[in-house]
């Protein structure tokens, strides 16, 4: 059973920083593109950043200069460091694998990480 397993939330003031980590039991990790989604009340859930099995990454406009994903295959863990945060910045998280095969798109996802920036 695939399980994408998501740590690192809380509560921070504004300015300050969280690191997320995601753990996932799936077979050839590596082959899949991680990334993280986020979703406020009353909103959509968006992507927040991703990086592929060949390292690269990308990042939404809002979060492009303060946040980086990182993964470490050995590990099958994925990262996202969160600096400078934000009130707006305030979510859910979301880890998402996603790999496209022949025939179809597999996704998994997490349960989700509550990230709140508040003073």
């Known amino acids: 059973q695939v399980q994408l397993v998501e740590s690192g939330g809380g509560l921070v003031q504004p300015g300050g920083s969280l690191k997320l980590s995601c753990a996932a039991s799936?077979?050839?990790?590596?082959?899949?593109?991680m990334g993280w989604y986020r979703q406020a009340p009353g909103k959509q859930r968006e992507l927040v950043a991703a990086?592929?099995?060949?390292?690269?990454?990308n990042y939404a406009d809002s979060v492009k200069g303060r946040f980086t994903i990182s993964r470490d295959n050995a590990k099958n863990t994925v990262y996202l460091q969160m600096n400078s945060l934000k009130p707006e910045d305030t979510a859910v998280y979301y880890c998402?694998?996603?790999?496209?095969?022949?025939?179809?798109?597999?996704?998994?996802w997490g349960q989700g990480t509550q990230v709140t920036v508040s003073s």
């Open positions: 799936i077979n050839i990790f590596s082959a899949y593109t």
């Open positions: 990086v592929t099995s060949g390292g690269s990454t």
């Open positions: 998402n694998a996603a790999r496209n095969l022949i025939t179809a798109t597999i996704n998994y």
